[in-house]
């Protein structure tokens, strides 16, 4: 029984390892699921809404060709007579969207993708549009002799369907049997049902159908499966709407349905109108992971950074194309480092055999030179020895090679056989060596494999500009005439975010002694403040409190140190959310309300409306309460005139800078007037 020796110190280093590296492994895998489980899937309605609003810019291109690069995915290659070469991409199920990645086309095409090529190519599309709020989208494609539709449904369990001027199906993805109808060729086009459109839906409808809800049905489950919302949206109309999502739908009153149906116009303003300009593109990020991918801002990702992009397309195709190519590129590195790793060991192989050959044909080679060299002395040693075996074992004084010698034939023979066996080892090393060229080659190719891949899978060159907010870029913000920072919260959650965050003892907390009215802390670090920023302090916390909804043109706002703040009350009291006691001497101002919004070092911001702050500011919209226009109004009228008050060759990037969303988060409660703008017409 052969005895297993012990293992060595490696071995033991190799053994106490490899556990863990396969436990990393396990928890890295674990990771990389659950961040691709929250990471969004599909396309909304409401993305599908904003895609679609861009995607007119495509009417009048002209089909090049299709191909099919998966199961589920097509790409139609256009041409547009001013923009060029685009890529529309179109997943069943999940998404449709310009694309900028260049992947490898099939060898062989799909017939999908043949017949595609042969009744629309050289076709140009004349209308795109998404049917009644649904996740179906309609390409209506024209050429002389015909004009089709190719309808991508977007939905759970969807399809792509070429379909005649008669509505029936010429050929779909994939062939499906449903209840309600059926997806085969000849057979007649039918959507699946639609729900309400809740752009198109009057406040009366609305009513009715909250009156009409399931008795335990929440309004926040109410809009977003029979409004096709979603989750994500519901919620946002109704923290919008200042409603309580978990209020049974039929339960709720008159006034209480009439915010709902204003806070869903408000919200989906963009969409209404279809102004791309309103449009605020950005892929929500999460820990450096892309989170979600959502055409304007959410009051439930404020506080999250977040990557802008010139349009909605080029945020989907980011989020969407960029995850897939990830994955093909993980999985191809994969197989190339498995390919890699399988030529590696067969040369390391190759190359303890090159030694192995190496060193038997030296062996050989010394050996027949030590008879030789010592003929004489090998021949006394032979006559001396007896003739029972004809091949003999001799080791020579002063020196560690043993010799094999044949009797039966001369030393001078037996030094041939050593040489002629060298030959041998020497023509097995060269043999080797050719062999190791081609393994290295091998290895060459495929790790250039690796970066072909990783080359096909970069896409051209975008305008994507990641803005990293500073922390107090989620609040309102300020700077003083004399440099310090102030910032206002926005409601009771930011005002105990403000507090219980980032103020300090030796920081100035403001506010008024009106109701509703922001949390403003200036960031002093124990310095004196001159008594220009200290009205200017007042006049920022006063203009964002209620006095400014209520008409009034002043009021009173108190400061007091951080320290004399707390959130502990009395005892027997208790403090509602965002609210805070204050102890100890407070001083007062009294100060006109008005604010300004304007643009500074391409920044866009707000500040209380003293002379030495417009003065830093490169254009501005000065406002006072109690104006005609509502705040959405009002936003759109001061994204214009920032546009139109643009440098030449600068409007893009005041589009970018002052964007509807970013105006509207500035804008004081209820109803404003432009008191005065810079530069006057």
């Given at each position: 029984?052969?005895?297993?020796?012990?293992?060595?110190?490696?071995?033991?280093?190799?053994?106490?390892?490899?556990?863990?590296?396969?436990?990393?492994?396990?928890?890295?895998?674990?990771?990389?699921s659950?961040?691709?489980?929250?990471?969004?899937e599909?396309?909304?309605?409401?993305?599908?809404?904003?895609?679609v609003?861009?995607?007119?810019?495509?009417?009048g291109?002209r089909?090049?060709?299709?191909?099919?690069q998966?199961?589920?995915?097509?790409?139609?290659?256009?041409?547009?007579k001013?923009?060029?070469s685009?890529?529309?991409?179109?997943?069943?199920?999940?998404?449709?969207?310009?694309?900028?990645?260049?992947r490898?086309?099939?060898?062989?095409?799909?017939n999908?993708?043949?017949?595609?090529?042969?009744?629309?190519?050289?076709?140009?599309?004349?209308?795109i549009q998404?049917?009644?709020?649904?996740?179906?989208v309609?390409i209506t494609?024209?050429?002389?002799?015909?004009?089709?539709?190719l309808?991508?449904?977007?939905?759970?369990?969807g399809?792509i369907?070429?379909?005649?001027?008669?509505?029936?199906?010429?050929?779909?993805?994939?062939?499906?049997?449903?209840?309600?109808?059926?997806?085969?060729?000849?057979k007649?086009?039918e959507?699946?049902?639609?729900?309400?459109?809740?752009?198109?839906m009057?406040?009366?409808?609305?009513?009715?159908?909250?009156?009409?809800?399931?008795?335990?049905?929440?309004?926040?489950?109410?809009l977003a499966?029979?409004?096709?919302?979603?989750?994500l949206?519901?919620?946002?109309?109704?923290?919008?709407?200042g409603?309580?999502?978990?209020?049974?739908?039929?339960?709720?009153?008159e006034?209480?349905?009439?915010?709902?149906?204003?806070?869903?116009?408000?919200?989906?303003?963009p969409?209404?109108?279809?102004e791309?300009?309103?449009?605020?593109?950005?892929?929500?990020?999460?820990?450096?992971?892309?989170?979600?991918?959502l055409?304007?801002?959410?009051?439930?990702?404020?506080?999250k950074?977040?990557?802008?992009?010139?349009?909605?397309?080029d945020?989907?195709?980011?989020?969407?194309?960029?995850?897939?190519?990830?994955?093909?590129?993980?999985?191809?590195?994969?197989?190339?480092?498995?390919?890699v790793?399988?030529?590696?060991?067969?040369?390391?192989?190759?190359l303890?055999?090159?030694?192995k050959?190496?060193?038997k044909?030296?062996?050989?080679?010394?050996?027949?030179?030590?008879?030789?060299?010592?003929?004489?002395?090998?021949e006394?040693?032979?006559?001396?020895?007896?003739k029972?075996?004809?091949?003999?074992?001799?080791?020579?004084?002063?020196?560690?090679?043993?010799?094999?010698?044949d009797?039966?034939?001369?030393?001078?023979?037996?030094?041939?056989?050593?040489?002629e066996?060298?030959?041998?080892?020497?023509?097995?090393?060269?043999?080797v060596?050719?062999a190791?060229?081609e393994?290295?080659?091998?290895?060459?190719?495929?790790?250039?494999?690796e970066?072909?891949?990783?080359?096909?899978?970069?896409?051209?060159?975008k305008?994507?500009?990641?803005?990293k907010?500073?922390?107090?870029?989620?609040?309102?913000?300020?700077?003083?005439?004399?440099?310090?920072?102030?910032?206002?919260?926005?409601?009771?959650?930011?005002?105990?975010?403000?507090?219980?965050?980032?103020?300090?003892p030796?920081?100035?907390?403001?506010?008024?002694?009106?109701e509703?009215a922001?949390?403003?802390?200036?960031?002093?670090?124990g310095k004196?403040i001159s008594?220009e920023?200290l009205?200017?302090?007042?006049?920022?916390?006063?203009?964002?409190?209620n006095?400014?909804?209520?008409?009034?043109?002043?009021?009173?706002?108190?400061?007091?140190?951080?320290?004399?703040?707390?959130?502990?009350?009395?005892?027997?009291e208790?403090?509602?959310?965002?609210?805070?006691?204050?102890?100890g001497?407070r001083?007062?101002?009294?100060?006109?309300?008005?604010?300004?919004i304007?643009?500074?070092?391409?920044?866009l911001?707000?500040?209380?409306s003293?002379?030495?702050?417009?003065e830093?500011?490169?254009?501005?919209?000065?406002?006072?309460?109690?104006?005609?226009?509502?705040?959405?109004?009002?936003?759109?009228?001061?994204?214009?005139?920032?546009v139109?008050?643009?440098?030449?060759?600068?409007?893009?990037e005041?589009k970018?800078?002052?964007?509807?969303?970013?105006?509207?988060?500035?804008?004081?409660?209820?109803?404003?007037?432009?008191?005065?703008?810079?530069?006057?017409?």
């Amino acid at each position: 029984m052969t005895k297993t020796p012990p293992p060595t110190e490696d071995e033991k280093m190799i053994a106490v390892f490899f556990p863990i590296q396969r436990k990393t492994f396990f928890f890295d895998q674990i990771k990389r699921s659950l961040q691709e489980s929250l990471m969004k899937e599909s396309m909304s309605s409401v993305d599908i809404a904003a895609i679609v609003t861009e995607l007119q810019e495509l009417v009048g291109a002209r089909l090049v060709k299709a191909y099919q690069q998966g199961s589920e995915e097509i790409r139609l290659k256009l041409h547009h007579k001013e923009k060029g070469s685009l890529d529309l991409i179109i997943e069943a199920g999940k998404r449709i969207h310009l694309t900028s990645y260049k992947r490898p086309s099939p060898r062989l095409p799909s017939n999908f993708a043949m017949f595609i090529r042969k009744h629309l190519g050289g076709g140009r599309i004349s209308h795109i549009q998404q049917f009644d709020f649904d996740r179906i989208v309609e390409i209506t494609i024209e050429r002389w002799d015909k004009k089709l539709r190719l309808i991508a449904e977007l939905l759970p369990r969807g399809n792509i369907v070429l379909v005649d001027e008669n509505g029936e199906i010429m050929l779909p993805l994939r062939r499906k049997s449903f209840s309600t109808r059926e997806i085969k060729v000849r057979k007649k086009y039918e959507r699946p049902p639609s729900r309400e459109d809740p752009l198109t839906m009057s406040e009366l409808e609305l009513e009715n159908l909250c009156k009409t809800a399931a008795q335990d049905k929440e309004v926040v489950r109410v809009l977003a499966s029979e409004l096709s919302f979603g989750g994500l949206y519901a919620e946002e109309v109704c923290e919008r709407a200042g409603i309580d999502k978990n209020k049974k739908a039929h339960e709720l009153t008159e006034t209480e349905i009439k915010a709902i149906h204003e806070a869903i116009h408000a919200l989906f303003e963009p969409i209404l109108t279809h102004e791309k300009s309103m449009l605020r593109a950005h892929i929500v990020m999460e820990d450096n992971d892309k989170v979600d991918v959502l055409p304007f801002e959410l009051e439930v990702y404020k506080t999250k950074e977040k990557v802008v992009f010139p349009s909605f397309n080029d945020a989907a195709d980011e989020f969407f194309t960029m995850h897939i190519a990830e994955r093909i590129e993980e999985q191809a590195k994969t197989e190339h480092e498995a390919e890699v790793g399988k030529y590696e060991r067969v040369l390391n192989e190759q190359l303890e055999a090159l030694q192995k050959f190496q060193l038997k044909e030296d062996d050989c080679i010394k050996k027949g030179e030590l008879i030789y060299a010592r003929y004489t002395e090998i021949e006394a040693i032979l006559q001396g020895m007896e003739k029972k075996r004809k091949i003999v074992t001799v080791k020579l004084p002063d020196t560690d090679l043993t010799l094999e010698l044949d009797t039966s034939v001369s030393l001078h023979k037996n030094a041939s056989a050593y040489y002629e066996r060298a030959k041998v080892f020497r023509k097995k090393r060269e043999g080797v060596e050719r062999a190791i060229e081609e393994t290295r080659e091998k290895i060459k190719t495929e790790k250039e494999k690796e970066v072909q891949v990783e080359e096909e899978l970069i896409p051209e060159k975008k305008e994507v500009r990641r803005e990293k907010e500073e922390w107090y870029e989620k609040f309102r913000w300020f700077e003083t005439s004399d440099g310090f920072l102030v910032i206002g919260g926005k409601d009771a959650t930011t005002n105990e975010i403000l507090v219980k965050k980032y103020m300090t003892p030796n920081d100035l907390f403001c506010h008024t002694q009106a109701e509703g009215a922001p949390v403003v802390i200036a960031k002093t670090g124990g310095k004196d403040i001159s008594g220009e920023g200290l009205r200017e302090i007042a006049q920022f916390a006063a203009s964002y409190s209620n006095l400014w909804k209520y008409g009034f043109y002043g009021g009173e706002c108190y400061c007091v140190t951080g320290e004399q703040v707390s959130k502990t009350p009395p005892s027997g009291e208790y403090l509602k959310k965002g609210g805070f006691m204050v102890r100890g001497k407070r001083q007062y101002f009294k100060t006109a309300l008005g604010v300004c919004i304007g643009i500074k070092k391409n920044r866009l911001v707000v500040c209380p409306s003293s002379a030495s702050q417009k003065e830093q500011l490169d254009i501005f919209v000065e406002l006072e309460p109690e104006g005609e226009l509502e705040k959405n109004e009002l936003a759109k009228e001061i994204v214009t005139f920032f546009v139109e008050n643009a440098k030449v060759g600068n409007k893009e990037e005041i589009k970018r800078i002052a964007t509807y969303e970013k105006v509207l988060k500035y804008l004081p409660p209820g109803k404003s007037r432009i008191k005065e703008v810079y530069p006057q017409s």
